[in-house]
Each structure stands twice: as C-alpha cells, then as structure tokens.
C-alpha cells in the first residue's frame, strides 16, 4: 500500500466563489489548481496512476464551510488529481478531445470504482491555512 501526501499552501477555493463565474474564470481556476498540484507535488507522482485509491482532502480554514460547497470546492483539486484520457471521436475528422487534460496522473479517475473521496474541513487560525491532500492506494 502506497501514500502520497502534500500540502498546498491555500485552502481551496469553496464552491460558492466559482457560481457564476464566467467559463474563462472557471478555466483560469482550474489550470491554477493543477499548477499549484504540480508544484507542490510533481516528485511525488507514482510511475503508474493507482486503480483504485482513497483520497482525503483536509481543508484548513479560519471559517467552516457548509457540506456542499465543501465538495463541490473540492472539484478542481479532484480533477488536477486523475489521469487524462483521450475521448471517442465520434465523426470522421472530428477534433481529438481529451477527459481530464489538466490531470496529473495520481489516480485513473474520479468515479466511484477508482477513487473513494473523503473532504473535512478543519477550522484553524488565519495564519494556519492551508490544504492538505493525502492519497492512500488501496489494494483489492
């Protein structure tokens, strides 16, 4: 059983501050979570992605958020986490698209058969927060 655990030096941002965004806000947030992933993290990728894993994300913060913008925060961070994976084309010549191209390869995706998914939320000092992620493989 292998571990992956890394800090980020932010609390993620809570579902509440992406409603209503535009989609190059949105696309903007997404390739700053995955760059902050790969800064913190890229030494610790694993040569295969784990098929299966358990990943708790603790976010401390000096508020407590509410369940669902919790997780639905929880989202970029999750997607920077998975592998990317090219699409069926489904007409001739059509252009090539790709699920999850901002992943980075820790987990093969973020379905309910690879990634069981756990987010608390810690309440802590300002000067305290931060995200912490920590990824368990689990072994069948």
Do not use: W
């Amino acid at each position: 059983m292998r571990i992956i655990s890394f800090t980020l030096p932010k609390p993620f941002p809570l579902l509440n501050h992406s409603i209503g965004q535009s989609r190059f806000a949105l696309t903007r947030m997404r390739r700053q979570m995955a760059r902050s992933v790969a800064a913190e993290a890229a030494h610790l990728r694993p040569a295969e992605p784990f098929q299966r894993a358990h990943v708790l994300i603790e976010r401390y913060s000096a508020g407590t958020p509410d369940k669902d913008g919790l997780y639905g925060g929880a989202k970029f961070l999750v997607d920077a986490l998975t592998t990317p994976r090219l699409l069926n084309v489904r007409t001739e010549g059509a252009r090539q698209r790709v699920k999850n191209k901002r992943g980075l390869g820790f987990v093969v995706d973020d379905g309910p058969a690879h990634m069981q998914l756990e987010v608390r939320a810690v309440k802590c000092r300002l000067c305290e927060q931060r995200t912490v992620v920590t990824i368990t493989e689990v072994v069948a």
